[in-house]
């Protein structure tokens, strides 16, 4: 079974572009998760999409966005990129809801490095 | 709110030691809690989980128990190998599913 994908490995952008991230998750997982990493504020959550919906956002600005289309592969957006942006970009996919409670567990792709310069 | 505290690192030993990582957690009600792992250069792989009190996660020689009681879920190897080098981050989870909180992360160096 393929793990989760994500695509591009790497990025490198400058101030003020805007960039689009993608996620495809494991084959049957239905919830996709997004989150950022970096050395000063470590793994901070992002977004949460199940079945096409947001249904939960973590506090960043308005300048990141996501999508879940019905294939359930997810995309991510930063517009009006800044040099704190620069961050590796994970995205985990798990069953969500239809897993049983509390078995669900979040599988993670190998992330987007991203670097605005 | 919510939040995952671990001790800091970098945790350096040598090979065939034991490793112990403090995580203690803050949190209403009864969360699940995690160890994931983080290679270099790649992303995060679960090491293991346990969903209620008293429970004990174990995988590949690690071992964390969840107690309710100091709201810890300390990770344990008792003989590490210099493959275990890697950034360890504690995680819990509220909800029945979906997003994580994850601590700081600890590094550990496993030194031949």
């Known amino acids: 079974k393929a793990g989760v994908t994500q695509t591009p490995r790497y990025l490198i952008k400058t101030r003020g572009q805007q960039v689009t991230l993608s996620c495809s998750p494991i084959?049957?997982?239905?919830?996709v998760s997004w989150y950022q990493q970096t050395p000063g504020q470590g793994l901070q959550f992002l977004f949460e999409?199940?079945?096409?919906?947001?249904?939960n956002k973590g506090n960043f600005p308005g300048r990141f966005s996501g999508r879940q289309f019905s294939n359930s592969r997810s995309e991510m957006n930063v517009s009006t990129l800044e040099l704190g942006d620069s961050a590796l970009y994970l995205c985990a996919s798990s069953q969500g809801p239809t897993s049983g409670g509390h078995e669900d567990i979040q599988y993670f792709g190998a992330g987007t490095r991203l670097s605005v310069l | 709110g919510n939040s995952v505290t671990q001790m800091e690192g970098p945790v350096t030993l040598s090979e065939e030691a034991f490793l112990t990582i403090n995580c203690t957690y803050t949190a209403t009600g009864y969360p699940s809690l995690f160890w994931y792992v983080q290679y270099p250069g790649e992303g995060l792989q679960l090491l293991l989980k346990?969903?209620?009190?008293?429970d004990k996660g174990s995988n590949k020689g690690f071992e964390a128990t969840y107690r309710k009681e100091t709201t810890s879920f300390h990770l344990e190897k008792g003989s590490v190998q210099v493959s275990d080098s890697a950034v360890y981050f504690c995680a819990l989870r509220h909800d029945s599913w979906g997003k994580l909180q994850f601590g700081a992360g600890t590094q550990v160096v496993v030194t031949p």
């Open positions: 346990a969903t209620k009190a008293d």
């Open positions: 999409y199940f079945s096409e919906t947001q249904r």
């Open positions: 084959s049957g997982h239905r919830s």
